[in-house]
């Protein structure tokens, strides 16, 4: 089985942090975005992993093969983001007759994927992954006939009693065929505000009679803008709680209020951390009370209050602040 992992966009919303740095390598709780997807993906008995990037992809692929140079990489550069149907179809030269699993590079998702190709019915020619909704408004929904195959899917609909959603994983018995489908999809002019979109090469194979089978998920953590990235920060680190390591040189002066991570080569000392705290690789922290933050590595905090805060790489914050989303490399109360 192969493994294609979309992450193409500029990755807007996470603005100022993505003006730097991409949204997949942006730390969260113990690791990166992308971090976090391939561990996830650990149980997967994977031919090749497949990662589709655009905006500064050579500092993802920099990463990943820095981090996890252990598995079968292939990268894959979107220089237009012309959405992700596009993204999939550069990958042609890569995709065969075998297995293929589709994930978006932005969202963390919990569920079996070690065990999606199993329990997929015989006549399956696909599974998609699928999350339960409140609201229908912001998502793909769709619907499922009486045999567990997909019906209809709807994006994003206004109104309705749609209760399932597409959760961003995708696999397929056949990569070529899908490939070509997605190939019709870009020949046939679909777009949408100058994209292609996967959900219109989902389209072309419901309308083509392919059975497409659905497997639920545990849960999801979208990462996709400070707000949802301190949330999934919360969550993360609540799962982990249990396995967060304390800094090397933590001393009596400092309390930890957990759940929180702390890498080993931070230093922190006189503070109050957490809960719901992440303090990057090589930051300094002194004399400073941080709640609900993430402080990303080499960030120098002193004599402040945070909360609710992204503090960006190699970010400088000196005195009483309470709430902050800093970009990289800049200054906050000090003079200069």
């Not at 019709?184 to 309308?207: C, H, K, P, V």
């Not at 992204?310 to 914050?317: F, L, P, R, Y």
């Amino acid at each position: 089985m192969k493994v294609v992992i979309l992450m193409g966009g500029y990755g807007t919303r996470m603005r100022p942090h993505s003006w730097s740095r991409p949204k997949p390598v942006l730390q969260v709780g113990r690791n990166t975005v992308i971090g976090h997807i391939l561990d996830r993906l650990a149980g997967v008995a994977t031919e090749e992993v497949i990662l589709v990037v655009g905006y500064k992809g050579e500092q993802i692929e920099h990463w990943v093969r820095e981090h996890y140079g252990h598995l079968d990489l292939r990268f894959v550069y979107q220089d237009e983001p012309l959405g992700q149907a596009h993204a999939l179809w550069l990958c042609r030269d890569l995709l065969d007759e075998g297995e293929v699993i589709v994930l978006l590079g932005d969202i963390i998702i919990e569920a079996d994927f070690d065990r999606i190709a199993a329990d997929a019915a015989p006549e399956a020619d696909a599974v998609f992954q699928t999350m339960v909704i409140d609201d229908p408004r912001h998502f793909g929904c769709l619907t499922v006939d009486s045999d567990g195959f997909i019906e209809r899917i709807v994006e994003k609909p206004p109104t309705g009693d749609y209760q399932l959603a597409l959760a961003g994983a995708y696999w397929f018995r056949d990569g070529r065929a899908l490939w070509q489908t997605v190939d019709q999809t870009l020949n046939s002019g679909r777009q949408t505000n100058g994209e292609y979109f996967l959900a219109d090469t989902f389209q072309i194979m419901l309308e083509r009679g392919d059975r497409i089978g659905v497997q639920p998920i545990h849960s999801i953590v979208d990462v996709g803008s400070p707000a949802n990235r301190l949330d999934a920060n919360r969550r993360l680190l609540e799962r982990d709680a249990a396995r967060s390591p304390m800094p090397s040189d933590q001393n009596d002066s400092t309390s930890i209020i957990a759940p929180v991570y702390i890498d080993p080569s931070a230093s922190v000392a006189c503070s109050v951390i957490g809960p719901f705290v992440t303090i990057g690789r090589g930051a300094r922290v002194s004399g400073a009370i941080i709640a609900d933050s993430i402080i990303d590595p080499g960030a120098v905090i002193t004599n402040c209050v945070l909360r609710g805060s992204v503090i960006g790489e190699n970010a400088v914050v000196d005195g009483a602040a309470q709430a902050l989303i800093l970009g990289d490399d800049s200054r906050m109360g000090v003079n200069r």
